[in-house]
């Protein structure tokens, strides 16, 4: 589907939408501050419709939705049997419909999976990305757009994180947390209302910017996200996804068996961490670079950001046992540039440990 803003001055624009309109690092402060929205042309939506749809996905998925009050925004994720993420999706209901927003590149294997789990109940997944669209932004930002709302309720859903919900639990022993001050929400609109947004974009009247803004706000934030951060064996534990996508007492469902025990008698085998790259050179690390201590490889870079405040950043996963005071080297094509890691998930996570709170430092360090 071609993108409505590919004729804004200066958009850059490629398959998953506008990427940026001249100066990501500007628009990145913009959004950040409640005066633009980002259109998520990566993001699709799933419908799910039926009396049985909540406790159909309670009962298949890591989040608590039987109950789940229209408006009332979370999260979930399906996992396969040995507790590895296969599928996550932001969820809010509007007491007729459950809404799931979703990474593009997941939507048709996340429906194909629903479509073959319906079984005899009363539930009709759909895919609706056709009729509405997604847009970004601080909740204020958003207030400006005109929420679709086909059940009444307007479809606006608030990120719950960093918060620890209800049955989660939080790993990151940092205060305050990075993301504490991120105000992110995402609104459905229908597909007209976002070509009114983008006239009124091309006019000046309203001002949006790209994917790659929104992004840098996450990595910053260490917020996970299915495109960028899981693979083949990810733990929801070693993201730190608990906090928000998984609910340890809510019974059973696949995957639940392995979730428990790594959180009750275990330790998550990696762990994420956040890096500060060394920022005298011009070149990131592209997704999936190598992480090392010395010469031994330790991980991966799953997710990579020059930030306006903080330079050029990086989540990266790592196994259990990278000492916490290790510096770090990234592979670039240009060769390796030297990262501070700040804890994410510690070592010590798992087994209900109790960890510390640590302060963390609110500005980079420079590079040595």
Known sequence: MAS????????????????????????????????????????????VAGEDRLTWLDSLTSQALASLP??????????????????????????????????????????????????????????????????????????????????????VWTDPWPAVST?????????????????????????????????AAAAGDLAVVGLSAADALRVAAWRPRWSADVDERVL??????????????????????????????????????????????????????AVRVGEDAVGAVTSVALHFEEGPIALAIVRRSTPVDATLLVDTEDGPVTAAQEVVVPPEAGATANVPRLTRLSRRTPAK
């Open 167 to 199: 049955g989660g639990w939080g790993y990151a022993a940092v205060d305050p947390h990075p993301g504490a001050a991120r105000d992110w929400a995402e609104v459905l609109v229908k597909r007209v209302e976002e070509k009114r947004i983008a006239d």
């Open 70 to 155: 229209p408006g009332v925004s979370t999260e979930l994720l399906v996992l396969d049997p040995q507790g590895h993420v296969e599928h996550a999706a932001s969820v809010l209901d509007d007491g007729e419909t459950t809404w799931l927003i979703v990474d593009r590149p997941d939507a048709q294997g996340l429906l194909t999976w629903l479509l073959r789990m319906r079984f005899r109940l009363r539930v009709a997944p759909r895919d609706a990305s056709d009729e509405y669209a997604v847009f970004g932004g601080t909740t204020a930002a958003l207030a400006a757009l005109a929420a679709a709302q086909p059940g009444g309720v307007p479809l």
């Open 236 to 289: 929801p534990h070693e993201l730190d996804w608990l906090r928000t996508a998984v609910h340890l007492s809510k019974g059973c469902y696949r995957g639940q068996e392995t979730v428990a025990k790594v959180h009750n008698l275990g330790h998550p085998p990696r762990r994420l961490v956040a890096l500060q790259l060394d920022g005298s050179g011009s070149v990131l690390p592209e997704h999936g670079a």
């Open 4 to 47: 409505p803003f590919a004729s804004l001055p200066g958009a850059v624009v490629d398959d998953s939408g506008l990427q940026h309109v001249g100066n990501p690092l500007i628009e990145q402060r913009a959004l950040s501050e409640g005066r633009a929205v980002v259109p998520l042309g990566d993001r699709a939506v799933l419908a």
